[in-house]
Protein backbone atom coordinates (compact mmCIF):
# COMPACT_ATOMS: atom_id res chain seq x y z
CA UNK A 1 0.00 0.00 0.00
CA UNK A 2 1.03 3.25 -0.87
CA UNK A 3 1.60 6.67 1.34
CA UNK A 4 -0.82 9.23 1.17
CA UNK A 5 0.24 12.78 1.12
CA UNK A 6 -1.85 15.68 2.26
CA UNK A 7 -0.86 18.85 2.08
CA UNK A 8 -3.51 21.73 3.27
CA UNK A 9 -3.22 25.32 3.91
CA UNK A 10 -6.25 27.91 5.37
CA UNK A 11 -6.91 31.45 4.23
CA UNK A 12 -8.94 34.17 5.80
CA UNK A 13 -9.58 37.68 4.34
CA UNK A 14 -10.10 39.08 7.68
CA UNK A 15 -10.39 37.48 10.77
CA UNK A 16 -13.08 36.55 10.65
CA UNK A 17 -14.19 37.39 6.63
CA UNK A 18 -14.52 35.61 4.03
CA UNK A 19 -12.45 32.56 3.62
CA UNK A 20 -10.88 29.18 2.03
CA UNK A 21 -9.02 26.24 1.79
CA UNK A 22 -6.94 24.51 -0.15
CA UNK A 23 -6.02 20.54 -0.38
CA UNK A 24 -3.24 18.77 -2.53
CA UNK A 25 -3.73 14.82 -2.33
CA UNK A 26 -0.77 12.77 -3.75
CA UNK A 27 -0.52 8.88 -3.77
CA UNK A 28 2.30 7.73 -6.26
CA UNK A 29 1.45 8.68 -9.41
CA UNK A 30 -2.01 10.94 -8.50
CA UNK A 31 -2.18 13.62 -7.65
CA UNK A 32 -5.93 15.83 -7.04
CA UNK A 33 -6.48 19.31 -6.10
CA UNK A 34 -9.36 19.95 -3.62
CA UNK A 35 -10.70 24.14 -2.78
CA UNK A 36 -13.71 25.87 -1.37
CA UNK A 37 -14.38 29.60 -0.30
CA UNK A 38 -16.55 30.74 2.54
CA UNK A 39 -18.49 33.76 2.95
CA UNK A 40 -17.37 34.31 7.00
CA UNK A 41 -14.82 32.49 8.40
CA UNK A 42 -11.41 32.23 10.53
CA UNK A 43 -8.19 31.69 9.56
CA UNK A 44 -8.21 28.47 12.18
CA UNK A 45 -11.79 26.67 10.74
CA UNK A 46 -10.22 26.75 7.38
CA UNK A 47 -6.74 25.37 8.22
CA UNK A 48 -8.61 22.80 10.14
CA UNK A 49 -11.32 22.25 7.61
CA UNK A 50 -8.68 21.81 4.87
CA UNK A 51 -7.38 18.64 7.55
CA UNK A 52 -10.92 16.83 7.88
CA UNK A 53 -12.17 17.31 4.11
CA UNK A 54 -8.66 15.73 2.81
CA UNK A 55 -9.27 12.68 5.20
CA UNK A 56 -12.75 12.29 4.73
CA UNK A 57 -11.72 11.85 0.84
CA UNK A 58 -9.50 8.82 1.85
CA UNK A 59 -12.22 5.83 1.03
CA UNK A 60 -9.15 3.14 1.79
CA UNK A 61 -9.63 2.37 5.65
CA UNK A 62 -6.80 2.81 7.73
CA UNK A 63 -4.58 4.28 5.10
CA UNK A 64 -0.71 5.61 6.17
CA UNK A 65 -1.31 9.70 5.95
CA UNK A 66 1.29 12.09 6.26
CA UNK A 67 -0.27 15.52 6.81
CA UNK A 68 1.76 18.27 6.01
CA UNK A 69 0.60 21.77 6.99
CA UNK A 70 1.57 25.02 8.34
CA UNK A 71 -1.24 25.61 11.03
CA UNK A 72 0.66 24.86 14.21
CA UNK A 73 -3.14 25.16 15.40
CA UNK A 74 -3.92 22.38 13.77
CA UNK A 75 -0.65 20.19 14.23
CA UNK A 76 0.07 21.01 17.91
CA UNK A 77 -3.46 20.13 18.76
CA UNK A 78 -3.31 16.50 17.85
CA UNK A 79 0.47 15.60 17.84
CA UNK A 80 0.94 17.43 21.46
CA UNK A 81 -2.37 15.52 22.37
CA UNK A 82 -4.52 18.75 23.16
CA UNK A 83 -7.35 18.28 21.28
CA UNK A 84 -8.05 14.61 22.99
CA UNK A 85 -7.99 16.32 26.48
CA UNK A 86 -10.14 19.16 25.34
CA UNK A 87 -12.59 15.96 24.33
CA UNK A 88 -12.20 14.85 27.85
CA UNK A 89 -12.97 18.06 29.42
CA UNK A 90 -16.10 18.10 26.56
CA UNK A 91 -14.59 21.03 25.12
CA UNK A 92 -15.19 23.63 27.48
CA UNK A 93 -14.37 27.38 26.07
CA UNK A 94 -12.74 26.14 23.02
CA UNK A 95 -13.65 27.37 19.59
CA UNK A 96 -14.12 25.04 16.50
CA UNK A 97 -15.88 22.27 18.75
CA UNK A 98 -18.29 21.15 15.68
CA UNK A 99 -14.84 20.64 13.38
CA UNK A 100 -12.78 19.18 16.16
CA UNK A 101 -15.60 16.75 16.84
CA UNK A 102 -16.04 16.27 12.85
CA UNK A 103 -12.12 15.61 12.99
CA UNK A 104 -12.18 13.01 15.81
CA UNK A 105 -14.96 10.63 13.86
CA UNK A 106 -12.80 10.64 10.83
CA UNK A 107 -9.11 10.46 12.87
CA UNK A 108 -9.21 6.90 14.45
CA UNK A 109 -10.10 5.14 10.55
CA UNK A 110 -6.30 6.38 9.24
CA UNK A 111 -2.47 5.71 10.18
CA UNK A 112 -1.79 9.41 10.31
CA UNK A 113 0.85 11.54 11.12
CA UNK A 114 1.11 15.28 11.08
CA UNK A 115 4.13 17.67 9.67
CA UNK A 116 4.21 20.72 10.17
CA UNK A 117 6.09 23.12 7.41
CA UNK A 118 7.26 26.67 7.66
CA UNK A 119 4.61 28.62 5.24
CA UNK A 120 5.58 31.03 2.96
CA UNK A 121 8.76 29.24 2.84
CA UNK A 122 8.74 28.50 -1.06
CA UNK A 123 7.74 24.07 -0.60
CA UNK A 124 6.08 23.93 -3.65
CA UNK A 125 2.95 22.07 -2.23
CA UNK A 126 2.52 24.23 0.67
CA UNK A 127 2.72 27.13 -1.88
CA UNK A 128 -0.38 25.59 -3.81
CA UNK A 129 -2.54 25.28 -1.20
CA UNK A 130 -2.00 28.17 0.00
CA UNK A 131 -2.95 29.75 -3.62
CA UNK A 132 -6.50 27.56 -3.80
CA UNK A 133 -7.25 28.80 -0.19
CA UNK A 134 -6.85 31.97 -1.42
CA UNK A 135 -8.54 32.08 -4.39
CA UNK A 136 -11.44 29.83 -3.09
CA UNK A 137 -11.78 32.80 -0.17
CA UNK A 138 -11.55 35.30 -2.85
CA UNK A 139 -13.99 33.44 -5.55
CA UNK A 140 -18.17 33.93 -6.22
CA UNK A 141 -19.88 30.78 -4.73
CA UNK A 142 -18.89 30.92 -1.35
CA UNK A 143 -20.57 28.71 1.41
CA UNK A 144 -22.26 29.56 4.28
CA UNK A 145 -19.65 28.29 7.28
CA UNK A 146 -22.79 27.01 9.39
CA UNK A 147 -20.59 25.82 12.72
CA UNK A 148 -18.94 29.16 12.65
CA UNK A 149 -22.09 31.59 11.93
CA UNK A 150 -23.98 29.66 14.64
CA UNK A 151 -21.58 30.50 17.01
CA UNK A 152 -21.36 33.43 16.20
CA UNK A 153 -25.41 33.73 16.13
CA UNK A 154 -25.86 31.89 19.85
CA UNK A 155 -22.71 34.49 21.23
CA UNK A 156 -24.99 37.54 19.66
CA UNK A 157 -27.85 36.07 22.31
CA UNK A 158 -25.75 35.55 24.96
Request: charged share 25%; net charge positive; glycine share 10%.
Amino acid sequence: MSKISIYTDGAAKGNPGPGGYGIVLISGKHRKEVAQGYRLTTNNRMELLSVIVGLEMIKLPQAEIHIFSDSKYVVDAVEKGWVFTWQKSGFKKKKNVDLWHRFLKIYPKHKIRFNWIKGHAGHPENERCDQLAVEAAEGHHLLIDTGYEAEKQNQTLL
